[in-house]
């Protein structure tokens, strides 16, 4: 028995990402803390600046263009979906000439109204169909990559002439393969604390940039 115990926790062990590996070492909350920020740390650090520098550009040539920005993801990442509009749009206070960027994820009744009738799958893809234009753009938020909703938004982007930008987590997924250009956050599976929290980090620094840009133009 003793040894059947040893070798489920090795193989458990093997399985562990990041953060439950700093949760196994202590599971003191003071020592978890400070673990967690050097780890998160490590995450933001090994982010590809250019990737970065690449999606600012891709928002301001759609500010310059008059096109919209069309944000969506689930969960978590559809509360960042929310987050990077409202930073983006009315955030940066510019009323002349705007930043057009709004989340798909925040009308209840519509993605209710999708999801009843045709299917969770369907609940982006079908707003696209409605709202978006050749020459938008779709920013799609996942820390997976693999969720089908976001797949089958960015495969009618590709249809329809909407380039797309992708912002995942652990391996990519699908969606980093598939997108037009993106920003990946380089965390092991199922990590989604650090993921989200380098999304939201990518919000804020992509606004505070976008802010301070068009005033000094």
């Keep these: 028995l003793i040894q059947t115990s040893n070798i489920t926790k090795t193989r458990c062990l093997k399985n562990m990402n ?8 202590d599971n003191d909350p003071q020592a ?3 673990a967690y920020f050097s780890y998160l740390n490590t995450v933001l650090q090994n982010i590809d600046t250019t990737e970065v520098a690449q999606f600012v550009a891709t928002i301001l040539d759609a500010r310059e263009r008059g096109v ?13 979906a929310s987050h990077f509009a409202n930073d983006f749009s009315i955030g940066t206070n510019d009323y002349e000439k705007p930043f057009r960027v709004t989340s798909l994820t925040d009308n209840v009744a519509v993605l209710s109204a999708i999801g009843n009738d045709f299917g969770y799958d369907e609940i982006f893809v079908r707003q696209l169909r409605v709202h978006a234009k050749k020459g938008d753009v779709l920013v799609g938020i996942s820390a997976s990559g693999n969720s089908v909703n976001l797949i089958n938004a960015f495969d009618y982007a590709k249809i329809a ?7 995942t987590a652990f391996d990519g997924g699908k969606m980093k393969s598939i997108a037009d250009e993106g920003i990946h956050v380089p965390t092991g599976p199922k990590e989604y604390g650090p993921a989200e929290d380098a999304h939201m980090i990518l919000d804020h620094l992509v606004s505070g940039f976008l802010t301070r840009h068009i005033y000094n133009d």
């Design 68 to 80: 919209t920005v069309y944000i969506i993801g689930n969960g978590g990442s559809a509360a960042t």
């Design 32 to 34: 978890f803390t400070k």
């Design 18 to 25: 990041n953060i439950d590996k700093i949760f196994s070492d």
């Design 161 to 167: 002439g909407i380039k797309t930008v992708a912002i």
